[in-house]
DNA sequence: ATCCTAAATGATAGTTAGTATCAGTTAGCA
DNA sequence: TGCTAACTGATACTAACTATCATTTAGGAT
């Protein structure tokens, strides 16, 4: 009866930092709960505004931890800032939608499978892999079709 | 007689340039000769030290106009400054060597295919993907045995 | 060949995104 | 309750671009 989701707690971000040994402060827990509380991947400079009573270096410094305890995933939106989104599968990919910025995670077999086989292909040791698939998630493609109606 | 590879001559980027119906100037055939004869792939801030004689502002706008006309590539390497390094090929995915920074650019049907499969898994309309591959170069692994063998 | 003009350049100033410094504050333990 | 290393945040700084704009130039017209 005791199955593992029950003793395994979804563990917070809070608690991340804690098991990295750093302490639990009034900046931590504002910085790690709004990023809980928010619904999408974030900029650091996004998160810096929506929390004023934090500094910048502590944001900034709170998602760098994050980010390499692999709680937090750094996602390169190409020109301009990163976006971070949490980490909810340890292994996965993203995708992004190109009109809003909306975040999902995937992780699908067939994709690690074909990694492992493209390693006869490649020159060297492959040490990882990322993805992105880039696309127009439903909600986008429902305002589409509205705007055309229109025309 | 007259096969493809006589009538198509390797296009230059300055041609790219060009035949987007840009200027042939001294600055753009400078920005562009060096990056055909550097040997791999690049940041803004590296050619603008290496011509020192073409203003920044020219040389990040070449960049861009390359970019956008797909004659190069922006891989973004985390923390830090994008690299570029010229497409080859149309549709491609890159290599990264984690020591080295040296970029190689592959191709393979199987990862198409499984993108393409991963239509009916994701919501929403897919528009594209990117993938890199992290590896450890042959020779970054050379210079590892190397060292590991004096210790 | 020379003129004309839109395109291009490059010095400079500005912006954005992030990092370093460090005096002051605080968590967690004794 | 006090101690001290950890943490914070104001500020200053740096890196990587981008905007501005007076000056120069490519390339077509004559
Ligand atoms: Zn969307
Ligand atoms: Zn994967
Ligand atoms: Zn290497
Ligand atoms: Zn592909």
């Known amino acids: ?4 989701s029950q003793v395994r707690q979804e563990p917070s971000l809070l608690t991340t930092l804690e098991d990295l040994g750093l302490r639990k ?9 709004r990023i809980e509380n928010g619904s999408d991947a974030f900029t650091a400079e996004e998160l810096c505004r929506q929390l004023p009573e ?3 270096a502590t944001v900034y410094r709170t998602i760098r931890h994050l980010v390499d305890a692999g709680a ?18 340890e292994h996965h990919h993203h995708t992004i939608c190109s009109k809003c910025g ?3 995670e995937f992780r699908h077999s067939t994709v690690e499978r074909v990694m492992r086989s493209l390693a006869k292909e490649i020159d060297g040791q492959i040490t990882g892999h990322k993805m992105e698939i880039f696309i127009t998630c439903n909600s986008c493609l429902a305002s589409e079709s509205d705007s055309s109606s229109d025309a």
């Open 72 to 89: 937090l995933c750094k996602l390169p939106i190409l020109d301009g800032a990163p976006m971070y989104s949490i980490a909810r599968v």
């Open 1 to 4: 009866m005791t199955t593992e």
């Open 25 to 33: 402060t009034s900046a931590r827990y504002a910085v790690t709960s």
């Open 102 to 104: 909306a975040v999902g």
């Open 54 to 56: 934090v500094g910048r």
